[in-house]
């Protein structure tokens, strides 16, 4: 049984997150795209701490996409090790998850 999950991922800049959120939508590898901008990120990258403005990325998807889904962002982001991490979801809307199914067929 295919058990729902919510990706994240964060891009450095909009046009980058809109292409990708429109890609996994295309492919029917998500229901929903979640585009936050305004983050900021505080990070160890290659010996130093790092800080950068960048854009979230809330996919819903299920976890028989996933591996599909995370080839998918790797050919299309633009950072050497972009953020790709899968959260179950545990529980929710009882029409929201049908409707997460159903999207998830198109």
């Known amino acids: 049984m295919n058990q729902n999950i919510v990706v994240t991922s964060t891009c450095s800049n909009e ?3 809109l292409r990708i959120a429109h890609e996994l939508i295309d492919r029917s590898l998500a229901a929903c795209v979640q585009v936050v ?3 900021r990120s505080v990070y160890r990258w290659q010996g130093k701490v790092e800080e950068s403005s960048e854009w979230l990325l809330l996919v819903k998807t299920d976890s028989a996409k996933f591996e599909l889904l995370q080839r998918t962002i ?3 982001h633009s950072y050497e090790v972009p ?3 899968a959260l179950p ?3 929710g809307s009882e ?5 997460m ?3 998830l067929r198109a």
């Open 95 to 99: 029409p929201y998850l049908a409707w």
């Open 37 to 39: 901008p305004g983050i």
């Open 83 to 85: 953020e790709i991490l």
């Open 74 to 76: 790797h050919l299309l």
């Open 15 to 17: 046009a980058e997150a």
């Open 101 to 103: 199914e159903e999207a």
């Open 89 to 91: 979801v545990l529980t």
